[in-house]
């Protein structure tokens, strides 16, 4: 179950890891995950303490770089970043700070949503207008149909001889005659 330490078991991180500080700074220290023997050195010093690997973002006093070589130069720390508590503090604090600009993004919001909903009303209300005229052009077009349907039929009515009918069918046909004239305004004495 002893697993055979090899110098590095995966080149890609390797490739990647390598220019890194932290990475750099352990190499030279020779303390870092491959010393000159290609195994894992013990992170416990001699003396029994714990020995401490910093962080990107932490600077370490006692590394000896070689200025010349620009493969071993540490530059300047790596800042942090942030954690999530810090981040939502920082966000928190933010937000308390800059209520006013927050009023104004609602103001600007809230007056963007009245002009939307006003140009809705009045695209809605020239669609009922549009649609009442069409209706009314409608019921105009209905009524002059039904009127010249109502006048042929008069013009039938007033066209039918009744001097060959039967009393009782005679005098249906005079009556609905009758109508017809004194509807249309033509004088008792004046026909056509």
């Given at each position: 179950?002893?697993?055979?330490k090899k110098p590095f078991a995966?080149?890609?991180?390797?490739?990647?890891?390598?220019?890194?500080?932290?990475?750099?700074?352990?190499?030279?220290?020779?303390?870092?995950?491959?010393?000159?023997?290609?195994?894992?050195?013990n992170p416990v010093t001699p003396t029994g303490s714990f020995q401490h690997f910093e962080t990107p973002g932490e600077?370490?006093?006692n590394a000896q770089t070689d200025t010349n070589s620009s493969e071993n130069?540490?530059?300047?720390?790596?800042?942090?970043?942030?954690?999530?508590?810090?981040?939502?503090?920082?966000?928190?604090?933010?937000?308390?700070?800059s209520?006013?600009?927050?009023?104004?993004?609602?103001?600007?919001?809230?007056?963007?949503?009245?002009?939307?909903?006003?140009e809705n009303q009045e695209k809605r209300q020239h669609q009922r207008d549009s649609q009442n005229e069409r209706l009314d052009m409608a019921m105009q077009l209905k009524r002059e149909e039904l009127a010249m349907k109502r006048r042929e039929e008069e013009d039938r009515i007033m066209s039918i001889n009744?001097?060959?009918?039967p009393p009782d069918l005679r005098f249906y046909w005079q009556q609905r005659q009758q109508e017809i004239i004194s509807r249309r305004g033509i004088p008792p004495g004046n026909r056509f």
């Open positions: 179950m002893h697993k055979e995966f080149e890609e991180c390797y490739q990647v890891l390598q220019a890194l500080p932290k990475f750099k700074y352990l190499m030279i220290l020779g303390t870092g995950p491959m010393n000159e023997e290609g195994y894992d050195s600077f370490c006093p130069q540490i530059s300047k720390p790596l800042q942090r970043p942030l954690g999530q508590k810090a981040t939502k503090r920082a966000k928190r604090l933010g937000a308390s700070s209520s006013s600009s927050l009023e104004s993004i609602i103001d600007e919001t809230s007056n963007k949503i009245t002009n939307i909903f006003r009744t001097q060959n009918m």
